[in-house]
């Protein structure tokens, strides 16, 4: 069974950083896209970032300059650098990939507060 395992959520102050994982877990199919979402208590669940299998990258524009989507396909892993981190940052952040035979998964989602 596949899973997406997700790590380095946290508390950081405001100007700080914090770098996000997504790893899945399990027999896997390839991975075509991969997903950054958060959602911040009573909002919506929102897009934050995407990386395709080639490397291109999307952004929110909340976000464009200060966060980075990567990606080791070999790990099939995913990564979020977050600098620059503001409070209205704060929410649980997941990841979400696609893979070629069809498939969609959800990590289970991490945590992130800025707070002083």
């Known amino acids: 069974q596949v899973q997406l395992v997700e790590s380095g959520g946290g508390l950081v102050q405001p100007g700080g950083s914090l770098r996000l994982s997504c790893a899945a877990s399990g027999v896997i199919f390839t991975i075509t896209v991969m997903h950054w979402y958060r959602q911040a208590p009573g909002k919506q669940r929102e897009l934050v970032a995407t990386?395709?299998?080639?490397?291109?990258?999307t952004y929110v524009e909340s976000v464009k300059g200060r966060f980075t989507i990567s990606r080791d396909n070999a790990k099939n892993t995913a990564y979020l650098q977050m600098n620059s981190l503001k409070p209205e940052d704060t929410a649980v952040y997941y990841c979400?990939?696609?893979?070629?035979?069809?498939?969609?998964?959800w990590g289970q989602g991490t945590q992130v507060t800025v707070s002083s």
């Open positions: 979400r990939f696609f893979t070629l035979d069809g498939r969609d998964y």
């Open positions: 990386i395709g299998r080639g490397g291109s990258t």
